[in-house]
């Protein structure tokens, strides 16, 4: 009986354990549950979230600078660069899309190997997969050099012409033995018998295709534009890779702004440049910059930065995840940028040149042009100068070693460095004998050459002497002696106000220049 007793207990127990054990899995699953969902429900969302929105900045447009008649001194112009999407290039149908590149845009092969690497390493990044950007920039419809240039068609048609893809240089076809040079007209050059390429006028014709340097098969191109500054002859880069966009899948064309300045030289310390922005710059500018942004360096770019930098926008997006979460797919927001604020200066670019035409047989040195009754600064010219277009983004270093070794300083603004007055002071001395009466414009004194004071002599620059002058005729041939004479009358203490009324001793230029000294 009790052996029955035992058997008909036994499913009971176990029926107990299992929903004690159901039970406790049920609150450690309610249990993780509350923490997940309750307690740090937000931070999950957000995970959640970042992981499906990615976020892009869109730069601001900076402001442009005009001269006192509105004529633009300095602009963004828009750049063009390659941009390949690593996802959509995988397997050989990539290698085929990065030949048929370096085939339209004429890349060295060390350079079409470079961006198949380059490629190959992001598609290995973790997570996000970065864009690839080719370095060069391709050519558009104007001068490479002077954006505001356009290219002409050439005249004589299309310019054919042989390219080495591997040491990356250019050949002229050669339709006879002979070559009838480009320069001279009258001049023709034979090809040698063994040869099949001869240099003229620094251009090297081939009969063949053969590069005559490496001896590697030569890929050929037209040319049908000629920039009018310079003569060279270009292709339109950018039209040739639209035109071939149905074969270059995840090959797109990159459009940035970059600043240019259309009078290098001319008024470059007060223009300033741009660099790249710091570390410093950019944790203290509290998101107001991206780590590639550009900020203004000396002059007007650097001390109203804050004004032309404009506001940058964003757009938030839901990731394509067939691209490892990397590109965009569908726009979620768009907050757009704000440009920055124009300028209007009151320098007119017409006197800016008459200045430099005066310093033509000159190093080095400064002037200003103020008008009389407004006080305006109508030109402000500091020489030498700098190429405000080469020390914009990143400086070559042949550059800054020849700006370095200049003897003449291109970098200092010599315009607003503080120097001794010289014999300008003289009208302030003149102005205040006449303001408190110690003088008048018929007041007479005698200058012999020289002034003596506390046992010390200070010679006029006439050392023979201007004689008798009045204080018209002591402004007129600038006589020393006459305004020693007038300055012990007053004093330093009542000179120095007079002073002060004309602005000696403050910093002129404080809206502008932030590092100007006091003058």
């Known amino acids: 009986m009790s052996t029955d007793l035992i058997e008909r207990e036994h499913p009971k127990r176990v029926h107990s354990r299992l929903v004690i054990f159901t039970g406790c899995i049920f609150l450690m699953l309610m249990g993780r549950f509350f923490y ?62 990065i030949g048929l590149l370096s085939t339209l845009l004429h890349l060295r092969e060390d350079e079409r190997l470079s961006l198949e690497e380059r490629v190959r390493s992001a598609k ?8 690839v950007v080719l370095e060069r920039e391709l050519v558009d419809g104007h001068c490479p050099d002077d954006p505001h240039v356009p290219l002409e068609p050439i005249s004589t048609g299309p310019e054919a ?26 001049e023709r050059v034979a090809i040698e018998t063994g040869k099949h390429h001869a240099e003229c006028c620094g251009r090297i014709y081939v009969n063949a295709p ?22 060279e002859h270009y292709a339109n880069e950018v039209a040739t890779i639209k035109a071939h966009a149905h074969l270059l899948p ?64 964003n757009v938030r997006f839901l990731r394509d995840s067939s691209s490892a979460g990397s590109y965009r797919d569908n726009e979620v927001s768009y907050t757009k940028p704000t ?54 983004g990143r400086l070559s270093k042949a550059e800054w070693e020849r700006t370095q070794k200049n ?48 046992k010390r002599r200070f010679h006029c620059h006439n050392r023979s002497g201007h004689g008798t002058v009045t204080l018209k005729d002591a402004l007129k041939h600038s006589c020393d002696v006459y305004f020693y004479e007038v300055a012990r009358r007053l004093g330093v203490d009542r000179l120095s106000v007079t002073a002060k009324k004309f602005g000696l001793g403050q910093k002129v230029f404080k809206d502008i220049f932030d590092n100007e000294k006091k003058g």
Not at 283 to 307: K, M, T
């Open 36 to 97: 997940v969902q309750i307690l740090h429900g937000k931070d999950f969302q957000k995970k959640a979230r970042a992981s499906l929105v990615g976020k892009e900045r869109i730069p601001a447009q900076r402001g442009n600078i005009r001269d006192v008649r509105g004529k633009l001194v300095v602009s963004n112009e828009p750049h063009y660069q390659i941009e390949l999407r690593p996802d959509r290039l995988r397997g050989e149908k990539g290698k085929e899309v």
């Open 124 to 131: 290995e990044a973790k997570g996000v997969i970065p864009a």
């Open 161 to 186: 012409y042989l390219h080495c893809a591997v040491c990356g240089n250019e050949f002229l076809p050669a339709k006879s033995a002979e070559i009838e040079c480009q320069c001279k007209r009258k």
């Open 210 to 231: 053969i590069c005559p340097n490496d001896g590697h098969l030569l890929v050929s191109g037209t040319r049908n534009l000629r920039c009018p500054v310079d003569g």
């Open 250 to 313: 995840g090959v797109s064309i990159k459009t940035t702004l970059r600043r240019h300045y259309s009078f290098p030289f001319l008024a470059s310390h007060t223009l300033g440049y741009m660099n790249r922005v710091t570390a410093d710059e950019y944790r203290a500018g509290d998101g107001a910059y991206g780590l590639s942004d550009l900020v203004g360096r000396q002059g007007i770019e650097y001390s109203l930065e804050a004004r032309l930098r404009g506001t940058a926008g």
């Open 339 to 392: 440009h920055g604020e124009n300028l209007k200066l009151t320098v007119d670019v017409r006197m800016q040149r008459e200045v430099e035409k005066a310093f033509r047989y000159f190093e080095s040195g400064a002037a200003v042009v103020i008008h009389p009754k407004t006080g305006a600064i109508l030109a402000i010219y500091s020489k030498p100068g700098f190429d405000s277009n080469v020390w914009t």
């Open 407 to 454: 003897p003449y300083s291109p970098m200092i603004h010599k315009a607003r460095t503080a120097y001794h007055p010289g014999s300008v002071y003289k009208i302030v001395t003149a102005a205040a004998g006449l303001d408190l009466g110690l003088v008048t414009e018929e007041s007479s004194m005698y200058c012999q050459g020289h002034y003596d004071f506390a």
